[in-house]
Each structure stands twice: as structure tokens, then as C-alpha cells.
């Protein structure tokens, strides 16, 4: 019932994997805008919009090259993933999207930003992290590719959590 999947949503990512997945499965898929980004570039990362039975846009889905997706819900901040980890090396949103190397890569703190970049640029290398406590060691795993670029650019939020894993991010490369 509608309660239970609130109370769900409400214990995000500490809900049983079973349950999240069996609320993801009660939603039907699309594309739709959101925030900016057009439908093409939620396209171009394989993001979807999960519509529940009333046609409300509730769940945007980011996928990660690892296996696991980022779902957000769309009425408030929170977030909970679904899928399992099924590829090493691939920790950042959008590192499957664009080659290695090239003259720059942007990193940000969050997939929507990702999204937000590559609307507001135009499609040249731009990743996420999952979080800011999570920057440093996904950084680390994807090291090789982000360190195959000439320049990097840290975008992360200005808050103290964004400005303390931008200081740690930067400190994995040479400058």
C-alpha cells in the first residue's frame, strides 16, 4: 500500500534490498526532463524516471558502470540504491560514457550535477562520486582513468563535507 512504500522510501537505503527492488518494480519507466537536463541527456547516461500508478513522476534512476543505481526520490532529498555491485573499477557515475584521456575531465559530487554539467557544457568528460564521503576512495579505484586526462576539475558542493573530499580528491593527483 501506498503507507508501506513511504515508510520504505522513509528508511531508504537501511530498507531491505528485496523491498526497494519490489517498490522499483511497481513504477513504469521513462524519460521525462527534470531540473534542466533534457530527456537527451538523461538518455545519453541511461537515466530513467520511475512514474507511480496516479502518472507522478517519483524516482529518477541514475545507473552506475559498476551495477548499482542511484535512485532519488524526486519529492524530497533522499536517495537509496537498488542493483548489485557487479563491476570493479568502474566506481564513478559516467566513466563509461567517455574515453580515457582527452584535455579534461570534471568530477562532481553527485550524478544530477553530472546531468547538469553535460547540459549546461555540452557532452565532454564530466563523472561523479556517490557522496562526498565516498569521493576519496571511489577516486582512488578510478584513479588510472580520471589521472588519463590533462586537466581535472573538482566540482563538488561548497558545503564543508564538499569542500573537505574536494581537498582529499585533489591530493590523490599531481598537479
Same mark, same amino acid.
Given at each position: 500500500?501506498?503507507?508501506?512504500?513511504?515508510?520504505?522510501?522513509? #528508511?531508504?537505503?537501511?530498507?531491505?534490498?528485496?523491498?526497494? #527492488?519490489?517498490? $522499483?518494480?511497481?513504477?513504469?519507466? #521513462?524519460? $521525462?526532463?527534470?531540473?534542466? %537536463?533534457?530527456?537527451?541527456?538523461?538518455?545519453?547516461?541511461?537515466?530513467?524516471? =520511475?512514474?507511480?500508478?496516479?502518472?507522478?513522476?517519483?524516482?529518477?534512476?541514475?545507473?552506475?558502470?559498476?551495477?548499482?543505481?542511484?535512485?532519488?526520490?524526486?519529492?524530497?532529498?533522499?536517495?537509496?540504491?537498488?542493483?548489485?555491485?557487479?563491476?570493479? =573499477?568502474?566506481?564513478?557515475?559516467?566513466?563509461?560514457?567517455?574515453?580515457?584521456? =582527452?584535455?579534461?575531465?570534471? $568530477?562532481?559530487?553527485?550524478?544530477?550535477?553530472?546531468? &547538469?554539467?553535460?547540459?549546461?557544457?555540452?557532452?565532454?568528460?564530466?563523472? &561523479?562520486?556517490?557522496?562526498? &564521503?565516498?569521493?576519496?576512495?571511489?577516486?582512488?579505484?578510478?584513479?588510472?582513468?580520471?589521472?588519463?586526462?590533462?586537466? $581535472? %576539475?573538482?566540482?563538488?558542493?561548497?558545503?564543508?563535507?564538499? #569542500?573537505?573530499?574536494?581537498?582529499?580528491?585533489?591530493?590523490?593527483?599531481?598537479?
Amino acid at each position: 500500500g501506498e503507507h508501506k512504500d513511504n515508510v520504505l522510501l522513509d #528508511q531508504g537505503d537501511r530498507a531491505p534490498r528485496e523491498e526497494r #527492488q519490489k517498490y $522499483i518494480d511497481t513504477l513504469t519507466w #521513462q524519460s $521525462i526532463p527534470y531540473r534542466g %537536463v533534457s530527456k537527451r541527456v538523461y538518455e545519453l547516461f541511461g537515466c530513467r524516471t =520511475g512514474v507511480d500508478a496516479q502518472s507522478n513522476p517519483v524516482v529518477l534512476q541514475f545507473p552506475y558502470p559498476n551495477g548499482r543505481t542511484l535512485n532519488k526520490r524526486l519529492d524530497e532529498k533522499k536517495f537509496f540504491w537498488t542493483g548489485e555491485k557487479t563491476r570493479e =573499477g568502474f566506481p564513478l557515475f559516467g566513466m563509461d560514457k567517455f574515453p580515457r584521456g =582527452g584535455k579534461a575531465v570534471t $568530477i562532481t559530487e553527485g550524478a544530477l550535477d553530472t546531468c &547538469s554539467v553535460v547540459e549546461a557544457m555540452g557532452e565532454y568528460a564530466t563523472v &561523479s562520486v556517490s557522496s562526498a &564521503s565516498a569521493a576519496r576512495s571511489e577516486c582512488t579505484e578510478a584513479r588510472d582513468y580520471l589521472n588519463s586526462f590533462d586537466k $581535472i %576539475v573538482i566540482c563538488f558542493d561548497m558545503d564543508e563535507p564538499g #569542500q573537505k573530499a574536494a581537498k582529499e580528491v585533489a591530493r590523490l593527483f599531481d598537479f
